[in-house]
T-cell receptor, first 116, second 115 residues
């Protein structure tokens, strides 16, 4: 069964610094997709970035990049130049290709706090 | 606003009562998902629809939980005989297409408090 592990309950960073949020996953399917979502205190889940298992390059979206290490089964989110508005919960999620119809499976999340 | 909308945003009920939540997905999205999220945890998948067909419901938490999407547009999630353990945020999401690359678009959730 697929599984997502986020081992950092909370992370603290100062404005303008970079931060890495860890995510490891477990799957036996060679085809899968990895996602990161942000959930601010308002509660809405906001999609940040996607990485496919066959993508040769690490995904990037503005200040977000995904450090994808397939052999280690890790998909860490890197946020560069942190901003106060980045303070939120961050969730890593995965969907396997052979279960394309099913929903994303989420990790427990990491709370990021950005200070000035 | 053309995002996913959920109603009500907050619901307080007494144990044993029935509650129903509504979700209106993004109009062109054929897939609709329900999740439950408890405090400090990630969203937990409950069920999903493709158009009006409920293709996965084995993860509904008990037979007190049921969901419908009668015309392939909006969906309802009903909890019968609520228990205090049902207190949580209920999230709805929608997506387009059959591939596994598609992101889910979430609503703001319906928060349930069972007294």
């Amino acid at each position: 069964a697929q599984k997502i592990t986020q081992t950092q309950p909370g992370m603290f960073v100062q404005e303008k610094e970079a931060v890495t949020l860890d995510c490891t996953y477990d799957t036996s399917d060679p085809s899968y997709g990895l996602f990161w979502y942000k959930q601010p205190s308002s509660g809405e889940m906001i999609f940040l970035i996607y990485q496919g298992s066959y993508d040769q390059q690490n995904a990037t979206e503005g200040r977000y990049s995904l450090n994808f290490q397939k052999a280690r089964k890790s998909a860490n989110l890197v946020i560069s130049a942190s901003q106060l508005g980045d303070s939120a919960m961050y969730f890593c999620a995965m969907r396997e290709a052979n279960q394309a119809g099913t929903a994303l499976i989420f990790g427990k999340g990491t709370t990021l706090s950005v200070s000035s | 606003d053309t995002g996913v909308s959920q109603d009500p945003r907050h619901k307080i009920t007494k144990r044993g009562q029935n509650v129903t939540f509504r979700c209106d997905p993004i109009s062109e999205h054929n897939r609709l998902y329900w999740y439950r999220q408890t405090l400090g945890q990630g969203p937990e998948f409950l069920t999903y629809f493709q158009n009006e067909a409920q293709l996965e419901k084995s993860r509904l938490l008990s037979d007190r939980f049921s969901a419908e999407r009668p015309k392939g547009s909006f969906s309802t999630l009903e909890i019968q005989r609520t228990e205090q353990g049902d207190s949580a945020m209920y999230l709805c999401a929608s997506s387009l297409g059959a591939g596994f690359t598609g992101e889910l678009f979430f609503g703001e959730g319906s928060r349930l408090t069972v007294l």
